[in-house]
């Protein structure tokens, strides 16, 4: 069973570019989320998706955008990608508190 | 928004020490994890504890919900038990997720 699949595992994109990033769970969770995690820093929630056809702004949203396209997919787009995104990025699934969260094995961006 | 904090940032020991990480947050919560994030690597949800203490293998995981705070143990410490420990607290989220706010993690090296 994969758990959490995410889409591409390394990029590099110039300032101005736009890319999506994918993210599928098998588990048949109800919630996922994309975080970003910087050196010195805690992870940071960009976005979530507490069910399917829902999505809320975490702590850190100026920049992107997601979409929930069904129970396994929650994708996040940069639209114009800038330096300051640069950054390994997370997905996460969880279904309730007794069960807790599984993560994908992350995307490492660069903006150059 | 809740305050997370490890420590230590860094500890170095050795192969077959008693290991102790320790977690201390500002807000109540309804729930803590424990996690392991390997360098380079993805992450990996260790415990979910909402009171008491759990075990598994020779990770030991405590939580005092008076006291806002966990520790984490390693018992007969291994070189492949070096790692960065996250401790993480959850929070119900407006729209009816589990939003995670993240300690900086602590980088742990067991040398033989």
């Known amino acids: 069973n994969a758990g959490v699949t995410q889409t591409p595992k390394f990029q590099v994109l110039k300032t101005g570019q736009s890319m999506t990033l994918q993210c599928a769970q098998d588990?048949?969770?109800?919630?996922m989320y994309w975080y970003r995690q910087d050196p010195g820093m805690g992870l940071r929630l960009i976005y979530y998706?507490?069910?399917?056809?829902?999505?809320d702004k975490g702590e850190v949203p100026n920049g992107y955008n997601v979409s929930r396209l069904n129970k396994r997919e929650f994708s996040l787009r940069l639209e114009s990608a800038a330096p300051s995104q640069t950054s390994v990025y997370f997905c996460?699934?969880?279904?309730?508190?007794?069960?807790?969260?599984?993560f994908g094995s992350g995307t490492r961006l660069t903006v150059v | 928004k809740n305050e997370v904090e490890q420590s230590p940032q860094n500890l170095t020991a050795q192969e077959g020490e008693f290991i102790t990480i320790n977690c201390s947050y500002s807000?109540?919560?309804?729930?803590l994890h424990w996690l392991q994030q390997h360098p380079g690597g993805g992450i990996v949800s260790l415990f979910m504890?909402?009171?008491g203490k759990k075990k598994h293998g020779r990770l030991i995981a405590t939580i005092n919900i008076q006291e806002k705070h966990s520790s984490l143990h390693i018992t007969a410490s291994h070189p492949r038990d070096s790692a960065v420990y996250i401790c993480?607290?959850?929070?119900?989220?407006?729209?009816?997720?589990?939003?995670?706010?993240f300690g900086k993690g602590t980088h742990l090296i067991i040398q033989p």
């Open positions: 996460a699934s969880s279904n309730d508190r007794i069960y807790g969260y599984t």
């Open positions: 993480a607290v959850a929070f119900r989220t407006g729209g009816g997720a589990d939003g995670l706010t």
């Open positions: 998706s507490a069910s399917e056809g829902t999505t």
């Open positions: 588990m048949n969770h109800n919630s």
């Open positions: 504890l909402s009171s």
């Open positions: 807000v109540g919560i309804s729930a």
